[in-house]
Structure formats: C-alpha cells, structure tokens
C-alpha cells in the first residue's frame, strides 16, 4: 500500500503542466531521434543534456525517461518502413516488419509495434515498482562467467534464426564475430587487427553494420531491379493499425514473454535491449507453430522484440535507481546528468528524494500513453514515406544512413565503414546470406571474449569456473540442448519419413 | 517586391562584405590575437561521463561569463580511448580556433600504440595551454568485504600472489596504471581484471565477482553512505578537501607511496601562434579564478591547479616517462 | 551463381586464412596479463571457423549441380549498369567528403545515384540535389548540433 501512495505522490509531481509538457517533448524528440538512423537514445541525451540545466532535476529526468522512451519507439519507424534499424536494439524488427511493408501491412506491423510497446512499457514500471529490490540482487550474482554463458546460449541460437542455408549463417555468424575483434583490446591494452587505421582503434561500430547490411544492402540490391519493389500505396486509416482478432491472438502471447525477457535482460547491466529484443525473436520462433513465416512477415516477429525493447528500459532504470549503477551506455549518460543536477543516485536515492523517483516512475506511464497515442495516430502518416518515389527514396535513404552514421562519433573514418558494409550487404543478399546473423555477432562477439577472458582470469585460467556457478551452468545446458534439440529433431523427422514410406 | 538598381547594389556590397568577413580571421592573427570564429571545443570521450562533464562546465562558463568573446561549441569525437578525437584535433594545425579538453588518455592512448609498434599521434604533436585541476583515485572494496583498510588488503594479496581481483577499465588506463603502482608501492601481485567501463566494475564489485576496485571518490561517495561500499584509500597527494572525505586516509600517509590522478587539461592543435598561446593561457588562467568553475572543482572534489603552456607541457611529458615506466611493469611498453 | 559461390567461398576462405595468419602475430596464448588467454586467441580460432565453414561451402559450389543454382549473377545488361553506376557514384560521395565537406558529397550522391534509381525529370533531381544537403544541415548540424564536416564550405560558414 505503501507504494501506492507513493506513486500517488509520484502522479502529483508528474501532472503539473510544465511536466507534462516537459515529457510530451522529450517523448516527442525521442522518437524522431529513434528514428533517425545512428542518432540513438544517448546521443539524444547528450544532445538534451544542455537544453536542462536551468530546469529542476525532476523535470530534467522526466523529459529524459520521456526521451529514452520515445526512442525505443521510434527506432521501430524506419525498421518496418525502409529497413534501416533507426537504433540498435530494432534489428530484429527488421526481419519481419519490413517484410510486413513489403506485403503492404506496414500499418499492422507499426501498430503491433506501438501497442506492444505500450504493453511492455507499462508493465516494465510496474516491475520497476515492484520487484527492483530482488531482482537487482539476481543482476548482481550475474558476474563474467554467467554473462559468458548468456551470451554462448544467445550465440548457439543465432544460426538457426534465419531461415534459408544453415550453413551461410554459420559463415555469417563467424565473419560477425570477427568483424568485432579489431580495436583497442581492454586485455593486454594492445591495438589488435587494426591495420594501422586509427578509426579501427575503437572497433567497428555496431550500428555502421546493421546500417549497412539491413539498409545500404537492400537499397544497392533494388537499383538493379527498380520494378519489383510495389509497396501497397493506399491510404491507411487508424481501423486499420489496429489488430484484427487472428493478430491479436497470435501476438499476445509473445508480447508477454517479450515483456519478460526484455525486463530481466534489462536490469543485467551490460546486456542492452539489443539482446532483449534478439532473445524475444529466437524465443518467439522457437515457440512459434509455424517457424517457416519468420522472417517473411510474421506479426509475432515484430510484437515480441518491440515488447522486449521497450520493456528493457523499464529494467535498466533499475540498477540506475536502487543502485546508482547505470546498466547501458544510455543510462549512464542519465547518471552523470543527475550528478550534474547535485542528486547523488545510489542505494539511498529511493530514501533520500522519493519525490524525484516517483515522479520519474509516474511521467514513465504517463510517457508511454503519450506515445501511443502520438503513434497510433502517426501510423498513417509515417506510412507516407512508402509514397515517395523510388528514385528519390533509395537515395534518400543513403544520404540519411550517411549523416547518421557519422553522427554517432562524428568520425568520416565511419562513413566508409558503411559503404563497405553496404557493398558487403549487396553481395551477401545475392548470394541469399542472411544479414541477421553477422549483425547479431558484431553485438555478441566483444561481450563473449570480454566475459570468457574475465572469467579465466577470475579463476586464474581454470575453465571449472563455468561448471562449478549454478546460474552458469544451467545457462550451458540451456545453450547445449538448443544446439542438440534440433539437430534430434531432424533425425527423428527423417527416421520417421523413411519409414513412413517403407 | 521590385528589384530596383539599388537593391541589387546593396546584394553586391554585403555579398563583399561577407567575403571579406570569410577572410578576416587570416588577417587579424597577424597582430594579438583575439578568436574571430566560435571556437570548437573538442572532448575526446562521449558526453555524460567525466570528461564529458568537464568540457560542457569549462564552455559553459566560457560562454557565459564572456571570458571568451565567442561562442565556444562543445564538440564530441569519442572513440578509440581519444584516438578518434585526437587525430580530428591533430588536422586543424595552426588553426586557433580548436581546442580540446585533455585527460589522461590523451598520454597513455598514445604511448601504448606505440608500444604495439604503430605509429600515431602523441600528446606531444599538440600545443598544451593549461592544466586546470586533478581527479583524484581512490581504492573501494564491498562494504561487507573482510578489508576494513587497505592494509588489510595488502596484507590478503601478500598471503599469495593474485589472490586479490582488482577491477577496473582497460588494461593501460589509467586505473590499471593506479593498481600497477599501488602494486608496486606495496611489492605485491594483484590479479586485475578489465572491464567495459565504471557501471559494469560497481555491478562486479557489488556481486562480489571482484574483491577491489579504483573510482572516483566523488562519484562513489552514495555508495559509501548507503553502505554498500567502503573506501580504503586516496591516491592523492594531501586529504581531499571535502567535509565527508575527512577520514579517508591517503595512500601515502599509510605508507604506500602512489600519487595517481587524472589531470583536466587544455590543449590546441600544434603551430599555433604565440600569441594566441598567450592569449588562452590568460583566458583558463580567468575561468581557474571564476567562481562557478571553483564551485564545481570543490563539489566534485577534484584538486584545483593552474599550470600555463610551458608547466603543462612538461607536466605531461614527465607523466608519460612515468606512465610508460607503470606500462612496462604491467608488460605492455617493451623493456 | 555457381561460379559466383565458387568465387565467395574462395574469397572468405582467403579472409579466414589471413586474419589467422594476422592474429598470430598477436599473443594467443597466456599473456602477462594473466587472463589465461591472449587477445589472439578469438580472432584466431574464429578464423578456424570460418575457414572450415568457408570450405564446405566452397565444396558444395564445385560438387552441386549447376541447376541447384540460380542462373547468373545479375538479370540484365541494364540491371547491372545500374547496380555500377550507383557503386560509383556513392563511392564518389564517399571520397569527397572530407575535402569538399558533407553538404556537397551529398549533392553528389543525390545527383548521381536518382538518376540510377529511375528519375528522367532533370529539374526534380536539381531541386533535391540542392534542397537534400539543405535539410540535412538544418535538422542534424543546425538542431541537433553535430559537427558535419564543411570541407571548403567551412570559410564562408563560420562567419555566422
């Protein structure tokens, strides 16, 4: 009850005018920011951050979780419309929205996308609300070793995720995987495979390869056969954003789970909503009846992972709030801002200024109605993009793809990164290499060798470490029988059609 | 509208006007030099962090108080522990309307590059202009951990050899640079282990995983008051100034003698005039006396210097021989 | 396309034998560090992976019937014209970025690259030549204060 009351307070913090208005803007920004290819939640931040300095440190946080919100949201615009993942943890929503726009359900997919947002968001303050003080104990006992083993068990699904050759995704998940290996390495403190180029110090930019592959990649390959491509062009109206009661039906169940998976992920510090919304998507598959229809415009590949991103935000501001430990390199810019405003987050922060908590938890809900309300109601006028001609679209999409690039480290080192990438995304669609898993490596690839090598140096070079933790080991198995299961399966389809026809 | 003569004679005369303004900034550095231009003040790390915070404070006040008489943008070019940064600052040679805020990654990104047998971009190849304060380092265990000082800790790494996990960020920054001579200080084998950046060494260290770590005092001072951590030691020179510090010993006064901190530095492109050397040395030399900079200094806790041009230029040069000394000792810096 | 398999699989396995060769040279065994392992070990044993895997596809492209196969690389004369002029002009893009500034690497791009994806209407393609680079400096280096690069624009810029 306690915490009712609370939050009533929160509310009451919340609702005031300026507020409200405060929040209205910063979900606003965030979603065009979202949206906009490179220019993801924390540059947005760091974009807002001068704006706030006048304002009180409540309504500074209200505008920024309005923002962190907004973007989760808006990264699903350009995803679904033109295949450019707008920030990184909309990949997945790639894969089977775009698909949706090409089948002229591009409103379905923005819809689903939004109210499984909606959902998740939601739910993801409850949880905040509720369950902060024992899940943040569960974050903790996650050290390199279970982090090691997530990411193994998040590895051994990815080849599977696509449908199409097995083994072109295996090659894609190893060139992934070794796209992320050069950079400065925070192990023997050494430049490695940078060939000189100081751009390669940092490593490869995330985003410049989902950019790239997703984005550039389609756009190269429809120069060759500008015909092909006919969106459905007629006008959307709001009736038709919203399910219908099959959709419904078979996009409930994922966005729950989403709604789950993305929280837990969330709260990990150093996993990301990236991972969230990729388990979300192998989840869903897995459970899915027709696994065939993802990755050809299955609603529940968009309403999962949409869930699942959404719903991490909620986690991370977890450890941000009970612990003043930021989890993502967004909540750490939210951290040094607050320490800017003279608020100390830490364990006592709850105690210390529960107005400020509340009222960051109240402006959440009230940033998530906002949203999809602002959304819904959009949908049919982002789905005006689709009516630009293709001659000026495709190029569009380059120049948007360029700038956002570069914008990320404002480095033009970047912006050759994406042409080869775009190249390389060209080729790999000729050749019917799906881009998923490359981008998925890229993501997993440094927090693999980061925990791997962590953890052998915990234990001074004994692989018992893995065994010996619970979470760890269980997690291992998890992984194991993901690899093993399928491959049984086959067999067991096989033995049976032989002797079917025997 | 019409378009009369004289409206076209008036498009000519401020089209000149304006290209004569395009050229005004060659001309004026001639004679004392005064920035013509908005100045862009470039940090080598992303917004947010200490670095970052530091840069948009030092501009802010700039602005604001019209120490400089333009605007003075903050610039963000992150990435590849500041050699992004620093090679974007190293093109504009000569060029005094750049400017960069330094820390220690600016020496010790360097230095282990060329460790690796690359050539790249020294601190040396930039004009410094002032350091204006130090960071201070302090070592922080878990509040329940069984090292109620460092002694304690000492002791425990002294039983066997990397039986204490340090954490911190990349091996060659500058906490495993602190752990390096606190080891050496103490003649003992710390087992360090790096990682991404600050969030993930507190979750590290809250979950037990690791046994000690290096922050910022100020930065862990919630920590310490909710008591999930303890601080054992500051590497600094005298007590820190602020009333909740007043307890925590130095590392020196305990015996280990390591002073390590990070500087907040200025720096512009080589080849720029003397006089505009001059010129910004007189600037940082007025935001070091300003009020609201000294207020952000004594609230975070940092130690508040003024070293112009030529202290700063040799500062650095001293820390690097140091640094690389601390380098070869962890291995990386050939012997 | 069974050539070009042939030619992927060769080339991803020169990759996968060059970036093993390279890592190598890095440490991949135990480093003074001490973490067990050295920053050689994953690039080198990814590279196993991929070699193996580049391998078997390399394999399957010479052992495979040609009409496993779809017929040619690209679908027509024009297709690829196309498909090369907008590698070109993009490439070009690219290249003048730093010294010519962003505004106008993106002028080109958009003047090169519409008429590639179809436009015949040479004043539509002037207008957003000219308007794209406009927008572009207005929403990212105007609202959101990134710092394109002007490259020789930067002189008549600066002035404001």
């Given amino acids: ?502 | 509208m019409k378009v009369s003569v004289h409206n076209i004679r008036i498009i000519i005369l401020s089209i000149l006007a304006v290209s004569v303004l395009a050229m005004a900034p060659a001309i004026s550095e001639a004679a004392s030099f005064v920035p013509t231009r908005p100045i862009e003040f470039v940090c080598f790390a992303s917004p947010g962090g200490g670095s970052g915070i530091f840069a948009e404070t030092v501009g802010g006040i700039m602005e604001k108080e019209k120490i400089v008489p333009v605007p003075m943008p903050r610039i963000y070019k992150s990435g590849g522990g500041f050699a992004v940064g620093m090679a974007y600052l190293a093109e504009k040679k000569g060029n005094p309307h750049f400017l960069g805020s330094t820390a220690n990654p600016f020496i010790l990104t360097p230095l282990v590059v060329t460790a690796s047998g690359k050539k790249t971009i020294l601190h040396k190849d930039f004009t410094q202009i002032a350091i204006l304060a130090f960071d201070e380092m302090a070592v922080v265990v878990k509040y329940d951990a069984p090292y109620k000082n460092l002694k304690d800790l000492i002791a425990a790494a002294k039983t066997k050899a990397k039986s204490i996990k340090f954490g911190g960020t990349n091996v060659g920054g500058t906490d495993s640079l602190l752990v390096a001579s606190l080891a050496k200080a103490a003649g003992v084998e710390f087992n360090y282990i790096a990682f991404q950046g600050g969030g993930e060494v507190n979750a590290a260290l809250l979950g037990g995983h690791i046994d000690a770590m290096s922050a910022n005092p100020t930065e862990m001072l919630p920590q310490i008051e909710g008591k999930t951590m303890r601080m054992l030691a500051v590497a600094s020179e005298k007590r820190l100034s602020g009333s909740d510090f007043k307890d925590l010993p130095t590392m020196k006064e305990l015996g280990f003698n390591v002073i390590f901190n990070t500087h907040r530095g200025i720096t512009a492109p080589a080849g720029i005039s003397a006089e505009a050397v001059a010129y910004y040395e007189n600037a940082f030399k007025k935001l070091s006396e300003n009020d609201t900079f000294k207020k952000y200094i004594a609230d975070n806790n940092m130690t508040p210097t003024y070293m112009n041009s030529v202290q700063a230029t040799k500062y650095m040069n001293d820390f690097a021989d140091y640094a690389n000394g601390l380098l070869k000792d962890l291995g990386i810096a050939k012997k | 396309m069974k050539r070009g398999e042939q030619i992927l699989g060769a080339v991803l396995l020169l990759f996968a034998i060059y970036i093993g060769y390279e890592s190598t040279m890095i440490e991949t065994g135990a480093s003074s560090s001490n973490s067990g392992i050295g920053a050689g070990f994953m690039p080198f044993w990814l590279s196993v992976g991929l070699g193996i895997s580049s391998m078997v596809l390399l394999g399957r492209a010479f052992v495979l019937p040609t009409d496993r196969f779809s017929p040619g690389f690209f679908i027509d004369r024009t297709g690829r014209m196309r498909v090369l002029w907008v590698f070109a002009g993009y490439l070009l893009a690219v290249v003048v970025m730093k010294p010519l500034g962003m505004m106008i690497s993106l002028a080109i791009l958009m003047a090169t690259t519409m008429p590639a994806f179809g436009s015949r209407n040479w004043k539509s393609i002037l207008l957003t030549t000219i308007l794209t680079p406009l927008c572009v400096y207005l929403v990212f280096g105007y609202w959101l204060k990134v710092d394109l690069p002007m490259g020789i624009l930067e002189n008549i810029l600066s002035i404001y």
């Avoid at chain 1, 990301?272 to 529940?300: D, N, V």
């Fill in chain 1, 1 to 502: 009850m306690e915490t009712l009351q609370q939050l009533i307070m929160g509310f009451h913090v919340a609702v005031t005018p300026l507020n409200l208005l405060l929040c209205f803007l910063g979900a606003l920004a965030g979603t065009i920011i979202g949206a906009l290819p490179g220019i993801g939640p924390s540059a947005g931040l760091a974009i807002l951050l001068p704006l706030t300095f006048g304002m009180n440190p409540t309504s500074a946080m209200i505008m920024m979780a309005g923002l962190y919100c907004g973007a989760m949201y808006g990264g699903t615009i350009t995803s679904v419309l033109i295949n450019v993942p707008g920030e990184s943890s909309s990949v997945m929503t790639c894969l089977d929205g775009y698909q949706m726009a090409l089948q002229g359900r591009a409103g379905k997919a923005l819809g689903i996308a939004a109210i499984g947002s909606f959902i998740a968001g939601t739910a993801s303050v409850v949880f905040l609300m509720l369950l902060s003080i024992p899940l943040v104990k569960f974050a903790l006992s996650f050290g390199p070793p279970e982090y090691f083993a997530l990411m193994l068990m998040g590895l051994c699904t990815i080849a599977g995720l696509t449908g199409g050759s097995v083994l072109k995704a295996l090659v894609g998940t190893f060139l992934g995987l070794l796209i992320s290996t050069p950079g400065m390495d925070a192990f023997s403190g050494l430049p490695r495979l940078t060939f000189g180029l100081t751009g390669l110090l940092g490593g490869v930019n995330f985003l410049v390869v989902a950019v790239g592959l997703f984005g550039i990649g389609e756009v190269l390959y429809n120069a060759e056969q500008i015909m092909k491509l006919e969106f459905v062009t007629e006008k959307i109206k709001i009736k038709e954003v919203w399910p219908n009661r099959a959709e419904w039906r078979v996009s409930a169940m994922p966005i729950i789970r989403g709604t789950f998976i993305g929280f837990i992920v969330g709260v990990l510090p150093g996993a990301g909503s990236t991972i969230a919304s990729f388990m979300s998507y192998a989840t869903e598959k897995r459970f899915s009846k027709h696994p065939e229809l993802f990755g050809k415009g299955a609603i529940e590949g968009v309403a999962g992972p949409e869930a699942a991103n959404n719903s991490a935000t909620g986690g991370a501001m977890v450890p941000l709030l009970t612990l003043g430990i930021p989890g993502s390199g967004t909540t750490a810019i939210m951290l040094g801002a607050l320490m800017m405003f003279g608020l100390q987050p830490g364990p006592l922060l709850f105690q210390k200024n529960p107005d400020f908590v509340w009222g960051v938890i109240a402006s959440m809900y009230i940033g998530n109605i906002m949203l999809l309300i602002m959304n819904i109601a959009c949908i049919p006028l982002f789905v005006k993009i689709l009516k630009i001609p293709n001659a000026l679209l495709f190029p569009l999409i380059i120049v948007f793809a360029t700038v956002g690039v570069y914008s990320v480290d404002g480095n033009i080192f970047d912006v050759w990164m994406l042409y080869v990438f775009g190249v390389m995304g060209y080729f790999m669609k000729k050749f019917d290499m799906p881009p998923a898993p490359v981008v998925l490596s890229v993501v997993l690839g440094p927090m693999i060798e980061r925990a791997l090598r962590q953890s052998l140096a915990m234990s001074l070079g004994s692989y018992d470490i893995f065994f010996t933790r619970p979470i760890s080991a269980v997690l291992l198995l998890v992984g194991l029988a993901a690899v093993v299961w399928p491959v049984i399966d086959m067999a067991r389809q096989r033995y049976r059609a032989r002797t079917g026809k025997a």
